[in-house]
């Protein structure tokens, strides 16, 4: 029942136009024919899917019994030949050596006259501390006095004085820095002429406030009134303080920011 009525439907008495869903073309990256082309570069056999494309060993090489142990050089013979010849032969049963070889040679006159002509040699300093006699050099025991002989002894150092004069430098920098930050941070004092015009400066902003003040409605009912009229107060309040200190101060200074 329920599909005769779905025929039934008005919607159904037009024939539809089936839409087919419009394809879209297959992307295909600009960068496809540089990989295409690294990828052919570093392609090697060994890399490639299946066995790798190698030679087949003959039948005729086969492995065979002590083919892989090591092997020694084999040694040429005109290097043996050689070596027989450079060392000497060795001597024959009947061969005798040289005898009744005597010098004429005197050898404790020689010694005698070595030593008599020599230049003695110095005997180095020792220092002996225990009576059991244990001895060491004098030199190298810290009794002599070796060091105070030296020309500089006593003397700064040259890598000190570098080191000083960097130092009185850099202090000589900063107290000139402060020196310069202190004269710009120091007060001004304010000149007669300038004094005497911030004055009448004063009282005339002092004048129109209050000439303002004076024209203000004698009912105040409403808040913004009373919010203009405090303000002004305000303003002739400061106005007189600041008259009334330059007034009473002959001397002015102004500090710089």
């Not at 159904?12 to 990989?35: C, G």
């Not at 142990?69 to 010849?85: N, S, V, W, Y």
Request: charged content about 30%.
């Amino acid at each position: 029942m329920t599909a005769l009525c779905a025929q039934e439907s008005i919607y159904n008495l037009l024939p539809r136009v089936e839409e087919k869903p419009v394809k879209l073309p297959r992307y295909i990256s600009t960068f496809r024919p540089s990989v295409k082309h690294e990828i052919e570069e570093s392609r090697a056999p060994w890399k490639t899917m299946g066995p790798a494309k190698i030679e087949v060993p003959s039948p005729k090489n086969f492995l065979q019994k002590h083919s892989k142990e090591p092997k020694l050089l084999q040694r040429k013979q005109d290097e043996g030949r050689k070596r027989m010849l450079t060392i000497p032969p060795v001597p024959h049963v009947t061969d005798h050596p040289l005898m009744g070889i005597q010098s004429k040679k005197n050898f404790m006159n020689t010694n005698a006259a070595n030593v008599i002509m020599g230049v003695a040699k110095k005997p180095q300093p020792i220092c002996v501390d225990r009576r059991q006699g244990d001895k060491y050099l004098l030199e190298t025991s810290g009794l002599v006095p070796k060091y105070i002989n030296k020309k500089d002894y006593g003397l700064t150092p040259t890598y000190v004085i570098k080191r000083n004069e960097e130092v009185k430098k850099a202090q000589e920098e900063y107290d000139a820095y402060v020196k310069e930050t202190l004269r710009q941070k120091a007060m001004k004092r304010l000149s007669d002429e300038e004094r005497e015009s911030l004055l009448q400066g004063l009282k005339k902003n002092w004048e129109e406030v209050h000439h303002e003040f004076q024209g203000l409605s004698v009912e105040i009912d409403t808040l913004p009134k009373k919010i203009h009229k405090q303000r002004l107060e305000t303003q002739m309040k400061q106005l007189e303080h600041d008259i009334n200190t330059i007034e009473k101060h002959k001397i002015i200074y102004i500090a710089n920011k």
